[in-house]
């Protein structure tokens, strides 16, 4: 085989590895949309926002202690009320913020609002 065949084979291997991503990323973004959804109707309304802040970006953040896992401060109340107040902040006025979890998180945050949008008018057309 001469190096016009190997180019094209890595090619194609590129190009397939690629989409394979694409789709193994898109669906597994799809799946933690569906989750959130589904417990967001336990969530006020007021802080229902600040709240999907907080939990993308706890998702996003490695804990510095190997032996907890993400989402584990969650389960300290007074943490849960302090980062609420910050979050709501940070939603106020997105131009202030440095930390890249929480730009991650607020780009996760968007793209989750477009979907549930998406979702909410794909029910009303049904429903007609």
């Known amino acids: 085989m001469d190096t016009t065949t190997w180019m094209i084979i890595g090619a194609v291997i590129i190009i397939g590895a690629a989409a394979g991503l694409y ?5 597994s973004l799809t799946k933690m949309f569906e989750e959130v959804y589904q417990n967001s ?3 006020p309304k007021q802080n229902k926002n ?4 907080l ?3 706890e998702s996003l ?4 202690d190997k032996n907890k896992k993400p989402g584990d401060n969650l ?5 849960v009320q302090i980062q609420m107040i910050q979050m709501n902040k940070v939603l106020k006025d997105t131009s202030k913020v440095t ?13 989750y609002q477009a979907w549930e949008k998406k979702l909410i008018e794909a029910r ?3 429903e007609k």
């Open 23 to 27: 789709y193994y990323r898109k669906r």
């Open 41 to 43: 109707h336990q969530i």
């Open 50 to 53: 600040s709240f999907l802040l």
């Open 55 to 57: 939990m993308f970006r």
């Open 61 to 64: 953040t490695k804990p510095k």
């Open 75 to 79: 389960k300290n109340q007074k943490f």
């Open 99 to 111: 930390d890249k979890s929480t730009k991650r998180a607020l780009a996760v945050l968007t793209q």
């Open 124 to 126: 009303k057309a049904a």
